[in-house]
């Protein structure tokens, strides 16, 4: 199963908030605005961090996440079958109060009449009360009347029965557990932003390499017949040194300084009626592996992990992920036993990240990104948040969450869009001029977004910017490939409530034809019809900025040329050139 939609209250800078989820989650923002306390949640949530009382909002007596699940395996509705919807889904709470306690609580279908509620069952144990409701014939004739009796009572009435339902949050504890165990909802790998790296390495069962080293040394101990021998033999061996063998006879084989040094001690306390057994507890061998086991990393130097470099310790942790991941699917697709399908534990595996770009050169992080993304394409989900463009595709942009937080009256909130943004070939339009320059998702974390045409655009706005005083690191200037693809980035931006300003030209170039003018005044309508004014406007350039600069028509390499006139002491700034440019950085 996998996330749907979380729902979180009152979790540190979380007021309120709702989250679509995909397969892959990509979230992003400025610092301090909650990116890592919407993880933080989810983490609480599934039970990898306990609640402490700075993580309640400001004022809040109460914080809750509430998770929705789809996509439920076989396995998994068997398991929630109490809790499943028309749909096939899942809804849990967790609530955590201020001064420790916590509970789980299931949304389930709940019958309108309280005798039929499983929240009243004790009220109902005495014979003398349920003989007068309408359950009682489908409990024991006899006898006395548990609990569970009539939770089966209850649920053979509403089978057979037309009982009007509703759907709320239940009473009791989910699954009927004060505490749901941890990894009931499925496995969790949690990578933070700044961790040594060792500890994932150690041979710890609580550690990444620690859980999938477990299970190779538990398949070697299954199937290994030479593994199965020597654990034979170690057990004799022990055994050779207890007064009793394995069946509960006397070993006569015991070695004689065993037996005198339980004598000598037990001679010490015949004042206390006391006597000395010295048991010898044969070791689990797995444990011992376990317990013995370094891992080393040869890069030309043997050493241990916490002796290179991070970059290189992040690159392994994640190399340690990507294991997991293939070990997981393999064990899924193999994995067809009825006590698979029968256990309560949820096959799903979840990964979250935060800043997996750290210690990592761009060309790494777009390798990662990869790699991520072909992780959560293999029935996984995956969830980080991050600073790097590099891990972002506009491709998928249903997969990015743009937190923000304006106030601290207001809390953390965010935006997503997961519908459709194009029609017809706009789609593919715009992945073929972000395939071009892939660094345009840079937008997503500008504080406002200059669309350009072209490169000229692109290399004189800024450098102009500079010399009037008005140019702002925040500000990002995308070269859209084209007047025709402004518009598509501006649909894109209007979906993210990112402010932008789309700059373009005129094209009322001399010469042109009458059909080539009526083709630029339509390329224009189109970009007004995008702009939206609450978050954008536009600045319009006579014919092209070639012209506003004063160059000549028809010059090649013009990013070039363009840079080369403006550099030189001849180059006059027009006023109305200047007017455009500090209305771009406005």
């Known amino acids: 199963m996998k996330i749907k939609k979380v729902k979180i209250s009152c979790w540190r800078s979380v007021k309120a908030l709702e989250i679509d989820f995909q397969d892959m989650m990509v ?35 109460e914080l809750y996440v509430e998770i929705l699940f789809s996509g439920l395996d076989d396995n998994d509705k068997t398991t929630f079958k109490k809790y499943l919807t028309v749909d096939n889904e899942v809804r849990v709470r967790k609530t955590a109060y201020f001064g420790g306690s916590f509970d789980y609580n299931g949304y389930i279908e709940n019958p309108i009449d309280e005798f039929l509620q499983e929240q009243n069952v004790g009220s109902y144990t005495k014979r003398e009360i349920a003989e007068d409701l309408p359950f009682y014939p489908y409990l024991p004739s006899s006898g006395r009347l548990s609990k569970q009796d009539i939770v089966d009572a209850q649920a053979a009435y509403i089978k057979n029965n037309r009982v009007d339902l509703r759907y709320e949050l239940e009473q009791t504890n989910f699954l009927g557990l004060k505490s749901v165990a941890k990894g009931i909802f499925g496995d969790v790998y949690f990578i933070p932003a700044i961790k040594d790296a060792s500890d994932d390495f150690s041979t710890k069962e609580a550690s990444a ?31 050779t040194l207890n007064k009793v063998d394995g069946d509960g006879n006397e070993n006569t084989s015991r070695p004689e300084e065993l037996t005198n040094f339980e004598r000598e001690l037990s001679k010490e306390l015949e004042h206390w009626s006391a006597e000395i057994d010295v048991e010898v507890i044969p070791p689990n061998i797995n444990d011992v592996f376990r317990a013995n086991t370094q891992v080393w990393v040869n890069d030309g130097v043997r050493t241990d992990i916490r002796r290179k470099g991070h970059g290189l310790q992040r690159a392994l942790t994640f190399a340690l992920i990507k294991v997991i991941s293939d070990q997981l699917k393999k064990v899924r697709e193999q994995d067809n036993t009825e006590e698979a399908k ?51 595709d506009v491709e998928k942009y249903s997969s990015i969450c743009i937190v923000k937080k304006d106030s601290d009256a207001e809390g953390t909130k965010i935006c997503q869009f997961a519908g459709d943004l194009f029609v017809g070939d706009g789609k593919k339009d715009f992945n073929l001029a972000y395939w071009i320059n892939p660094d345009r998702s840079e937008l997503f974390f500008a504080k406002k977004v200059v669309l350009v045409e072209g490169p000229t655009d692109k290399t004189i706005i800024p450098l102009l910017a500079r010399r009037l005083g008005v140019f702002k690191y925040e500000y990002t200037l995308i070269d859209c490939g084209s007047k025709t693809a402004i518009p598509l980035y501006a649909r894109l931006l209007n979906k993210f409530s990112i402010p932008y300003v789309a700059v373009y030209d005129r094209d009322y170039q001399a010469g042109k034809s009458q059909q080539a003018i009526d083709a630029a005044n339509r390329d224009t309508a189109l970009v007004e019809s995008e702009v939206q004014s609450n978050l954008g406007n536009s600045v319009v350039f006579v014919n092209d900025i070639e012209e506003e600069l004063g160059l000549p028509a028809g010059s090649k390499n013009k990013p070039y040329v363009a840079l080369s006139y403006v550099s030189t002491s001849e180059f006059i700034l027009s006023s109305q050139l200047e007017a455009k440019i500090r209305a771009i950085y406005t």
């Open 27 to 61: 979230f992003i923002g400025q610092n301090n605005h909650g990116k890592s306390n919407i993880l933080s949640a989810i983490l609480f949530f599934f039970g990898e961090i306990k609640h402490q009382e700075l993580d309640f909002n400001y004022g809040s007596h």
């Open 209 to 239: 390499f620690g859980k999938l080293y477990s299970q190779v040394i538990d398949s070697m101990s299954e199937s290994n017949p030479v593994w199965k021998e020597i654990k034979d033999k170690l057990f004799t061996l022990f055994g």
């Open 342 to 392: 029968s256990r309560s534990i949820s096959n799903s595996t979840y990964f979250i990240l935060e800043e997996p770009e750290l210690y990592l050169h761009p060309q790494a992080q777009r390798a990662l990104f990869d790699s991520l993304l072909g992780l959560s394409e293999t029935k996984n989900q995956v969830l980080l948040c991050t600073h790097a463009s590099a891990l972002i």
